[in-house]
């Protein structure tokens, strides 16, 4: 029985034959409803995996089976955030939330009649991310924190089954940061929604994800996965806890071997 | 003497008034810096044309010109609708073809890599020399300078659509990928409002590019415009007339630059948020 998310003995590689592999021999299994962290070295196919996982390459060698199907072209179901807000400046924050539902069936076509319907929708996530009343505003008129609020929302409109989320709040300054760690929390929590957050920052991985997979540098192999058996809800008191602060440090040791190896 | 320091509020008060009031100043004379340098500029003229006896068939004074503008005001309006006309023309054919193989150049690399060195070759060649062909093909009359500015104008346009659809952050097209999103749907979602500022900065270059275009045709290749009434006037020796000719020009010109830009500032507003453009 494959996993939600099933990445099996995957090597993949950019430009051509000969190119160095970005990752080798990956296996990473991801169970619905989970919230997976993955973190590594910088370079070690984070964003690879991420692209894999959401069919926009395809792996050289190897299987990868995303909801009971083999990836042989882009997902059509995840949501996805970047670093990168990529907000489209001529379009209110509303109007950018609205963007997946105009391609994703069956609301694409459902959209011009029922928009009322969508836009109600738009509004309550607003306000579930802190952005109440914002809708209205452009993009550029909000802060980078905002803007990723709103893009957060974005890729959960149409409730992907997925969402991964690469570095999201890497930009961000630490306490926006810790504010949407918990905006993410309660998405997670209330949503049942499978996450894949890649990210370099380990408390950030400890405090959000039910499993952290460690990556060794390129190419990108699993080294270690750990698994964060904290309790649910975490309250960001938590990260200051000798539990968390032990979770952290022991991936920090991985981390810092893998960089060694490298 | 009062012991008594003045409040705070005594202190701030007067300071408010004070700045805004040179603030104020300061904007009156930018509103009429335009007009005084362009008064100032002709009365500079006209004072230089008398002082040094300048004949008015080497340098016509603005009073001049005033004078030839008056007596030849219909003919001036005339050929000026004729140029506009052309320019319009020339440009709009502009605008539909370089959108269209913008959109193309941008949308294929095949396309884009193909047609790339044929389309710089093709905007190498100075327009001026093209104008004899034109008329060779098609006689004297409205068709080269329509031709002709369409011509000289298209290629800034089809860079400019082509540079909008290429440049699409890729993080974006990800996301829409990664939606099921088609190349089709990328396009229309992303690449072409994201292209139309591109469109519309090239649109300014276009237009006076046009504009150019149909009066080098004109002055060769046509019975009317301001290009065939400069050519006639030289010939004639009436030079107050030319002065005339080219001052009706540079108002056209002006004109038709401002429309583009009002357009451009209507449609693409939300291009314009830089502090930089603002100041």
């Given amino acids: 029985m494959p996993a939600f998310v099933d990445i099996h003995a995957v090597t ?62 882009p997902v059509r179901m995840a949501g996805m955030a ?7 400046p ?47 505003k452009f993009p550029w008129q909000l802060s980078g924190g905002m803007q990723q609020r709103a893009s957060l929302c974005r890729a959960l409109i149409h409730e992907p089954k997925l969402l991964m989320l690469d570095e999201p709040f890497g930009a961000l300054d630490a306490f926006t940061r810790e504010e949407l760690w918990c905006v993410i929390r309660d998405l997670h929590a209330a949503r049942r929604v499978t996450v894949i957050l890649v990210t370099h920052d380990l408390r ?9 997979v460690c990556m060794s540098a390129r190419p990108g192999r699993v080294i270690a996965e750990r698994k964060v058996d904290l309790p649910r809800p975490r309250d960001l008191e938590i990260t200051y806890s000798a539990p968390f602060v032990d979770i952290v440090h022991e991936l920090r040791g991985h981390i810092a071997n893998a960089r060694k190896a490298a | 003497m009062s012991a008594i320091p003045p409040s705070p509020s ?103 890599a193909g047609s790339y060195p044929l389309l710089v070759g ?19 009359g409205w068709v080269p300078p329509v031709l002709t500015a369409f011509l000289i104008s298209f290629f800034p346009i089809v860079v400019n659509v082509a540079t909008g659809l290429s440049t699409i ?12 999103a088609s190349k089709r749907d990328i396009m229309v979602k992303i690449g072409i409002p994201r292209s139309l500022p591109y469109l519309f900065g090239s649109l300014k270059v276009a237009i006076t590019l046009a504009y150019v275009g149909s009066v080098i045709a004109e002055s060769n290749a046509s019975r009317n415009g301001i290009g065939n009434l400069i050519a006639r006037a030289s010939a004639d020796f009436n030079v107050p007339l030319v002065f005339a000719a080219l001052i009706a020009l540079a108002i056209l010109g002006v004109v038709i630059y401002v429309l583009t830009e009002m357009l451009e500032n209507r449609m693409t507003g939300w291009a314009q948020r830089s502090q930089l453009a603002a100041g």
């Avoid at chain 1, 109007?95 to 009322?116: G, M, W, Y």
């Fill in chain 2, 169 to 180: 952050e890729p993080e974006i097209e990800d996301v829409m990928r990664a939606l099921g």
């Fill in chain 2, 122 to 140: 093709f905007n190498a060649i100075p327009k001026v020399a093209v104008v004899p062909i034109l008329i060779l093909w098609f006689g004297v």
């Fill in chain 2, 10 to 112: 005594e202190f701030v008060a007067p300071a408010v008034p004070a700045v805004s009031a040179a603030t104020r100043r300061r904007n009156r004379q930018l509103a009429l810096a335009p007009w005084v340098f362009t008064l100032g500029f002709f009365l500079l003229w006209e004072v230089a044309c008398r002082a040094l006896k300048v004949p008015s068939y080497f340098l016509p004074a603005p009073s001049v010109i005033a004078q030839a503008s008056a007596q030849y005001w219909w003919q001036l309006v005339f050929h000026s609708f004729h140029t506009l006309w052309m320019t319009l023309a020339g440009f709009g054919l502009a605008v539909a073809f370089g959108i269209l193989l913008g959109l193309a150049l941008g949308a294929s690399r095949l396309v884009r």
């Fill in chain 1, 90 to 136: 001529w379009r209110t924050t509303l109007d950018n939330i609205l963007l997946p539902l105009e391609i994703v069936e069956p609301h694409r076509s459902r959209l011009r009649r029922h928009k009322a319907e969508y836009v109600e929708k738009a509004q309550g996530l607003l306000a579930q991310v802190g952005l109440k009343g914002m809708g209205d």
């Fill in chain 1, 82 to 88: 970047f670093q990168n807000p990529t907000l489209l």
């Fill in chain 1, 12 to 73: 993949h590689a950019y430009g051509g034959v000969e190119g160095l592999p970005a990752v080798e021999d990956l296996t990473v299994r991801v169970e619905e409803g989970e919230f997976a962290a993955v973190v590594g070295p910088s370079g070690c196919g984070k964003s690879t995996l991420m692209k894999l996982a959401t069919g926009l390459q395809f792996p050289r060698a190897g299987t990868i089976v995303v909801d009971g199907r083999q990836v042989s072209q």
């Fill in chain 1, 204 to 212: 950030e991985a400890v405090f959000l994800a039910d499993r952290v």
